[in-house]
């Protein structure tokens, strides 16, 4: 099975990708692992974006298309994938379509509000780089498993996350109307424990 992770920073995608990938004995394909694993295997287009990415420039998405072309020609890729990151725009989308069609889109919705809770109140290790929330943390500056240091990612502060979800609404948000259009767009309520959302998103595959 073909498949594309939808949603917003802070919805669960990486988590949940990891899971249903396991289950459904597909790669989990985040692009963040693509850029790295061409980029340290110097394939031609790992050179390529390692150029831009040096200069501090945007890798173009004739890069980024290229890449993930070479990625999904990889052997382990014959039964199926599972895309986190990528397509992020309608154009990167329909390159897609024409290497290899997805079969099936989740988007886990959660609401803004819920989301701005989870990734300011992220903290994350110095030491053993364990994640908490501070809700679940009886000191919010110590690590409840290595006793060491936690704190809050650049990434993770108000004012980042805030254009962060700007971002994701103004550039990626319209795949769900183009996925929709389709027939491919699963939506899964995203504000529930993991297990759950694990289950209605095998559910929804069946």
Known sequence: MKLIFLGPPGAGKGTQAAGVSANLRVPHISTGDM?????????????EAKRYMDAGQLVPDSVVIAMVKER?????????????????????????????APDAVIDIEVPDERLFDRLTGRRVCKACRGTYHISKLANETVCPVCGNEVYQRDDDKPETITKRLQVYHEATAP????????????????????????????????
Do not use: H, M, W
């Not at 790295?36 to 031609?44: C, F, G, I, L, Y």
């Open 72 to 100: 999904l020609s990889e052997p382990d890729c014959a039964n199926g994938y599972l895309l986190d990151g990528f397509p992020r725009t309608v154009e990167q989308a329909e390159a897609l379509e024409g290497i290899s």
């Open 175 to 206: 795949l769900i109307g183009y996925y929709e259009a389709k027939g491919k767009l699963n939506r899964i309520d995203g504000d529930r424990n993991l297990e759950d959302v694990f289950k209605a998103i095998l559910a929804s595959l069946e």
């Open 35 to 47: 850029f790295r694993n061409a980029v340290n295997n110097k394939t031609p287009t790992g050179v």
